[in-house]
Antibody, heavy 120, light 110 residues
């Protein structure tokens, strides 16, 4: 059974850093495109970042230069390193698995989400 | 990265059909067949309902269907049921290697 479990969220001050983890089971993260999507309280979904099987990474303009996506194949875990956090980064962060190995940019499995709150 | 345009809300009675539109540009919806639809209940993770414009994942009811014409994609739910009441989001690949979501549509089953 495919499962994604996020962790690492919490309260952080503006300018701080946080690393989110997404532990996968039932498949290997190295075999699929993997993504992070966030949802601010009461708002819609916003794509954050995606990594390809080859390790190529893409980012939304709103996080480019501040966030880094990567994975540890030995731990079967996806990460999101978030630096220079801002109040507008406050959201529930979901990790999600792409339908295709080649990257269809659509996601068939999602984690339960982890809440990041940036406040001063 | 501006969002795709969806109606804020739609409603229908049990048994009826409703359609939710998702309008983008030739750089996203109109240019690629990477359009997806997600269902989300309050406080829960999104669930994939349609991918690649019109494909249904295993386990999703055939009451859900997707289509696209030009820069507008559509999700149709037929035989509306109370359990369909949720938020629905479209998404599309965009030409600068990005993904864009719609603002979301709240479906009310009357």
């Amino acid at each position: 059974e495919v499962q994604l479990v996020e962790s690492g969220g919490g309260l952080i001050q503006p300018g701080g850093s946080l690393r989110l983890s997404c532990a996968a089971s039932g498949f290997t993260v190295s075999s699929k495109f993997m993504s992070w999507v966030r949802q601010a309280p009461g708002k819609g979904l916003e794509w954050v970042s995606i990594t390809s099987i080859a390790g190529t990474t893409y980012y939304a303009d709103s996080v480019k230069g501040r966030f880094t996506i990567n994975r540890d194949n030995s731990k079967n875990t996806l990460y999101l390193q978030m630096n220079s956090l801002r109040a507008e980064d406050t959201a529930v962060y979901y990790c999600a698995r792409d339908v295709y190995e080649s990257g269809g940019w659509d996601f068939d499995y999602w984690g339960q989400g982890t809440l990041v709150t940036v406040f001063s | 990265q501006s969002a795709l345009t969806q109606p804020d809300s739609v409603s229908g009675s049990p048994g009826q059909s409703i359609t939710i539109s998702c309008t983008g540009t030739s750089s996203d919806v109109g240019g690629y067949n990477y359009v997806s639809w997600y269902q989300q209940y309050s406080g829960k993770a999104p669930k994939l309902m349609i991918y690649d414009v019109s494909n249904r994942p295993s386990g999703v009811s055939n009451r859900f269907s997707g289509s696209k014409s030009g820069n507008t994609a559509s999700l149709t739910i037929s035989g509306l049921q109370a359990e369909d009441e949720a938020d629905y989001y479209c998404s599309s690949y965009r030409s600068n290697s990005a993904l864009v979501f719609g603002g979301g549509t709240s479906l009310t089953v009357l």
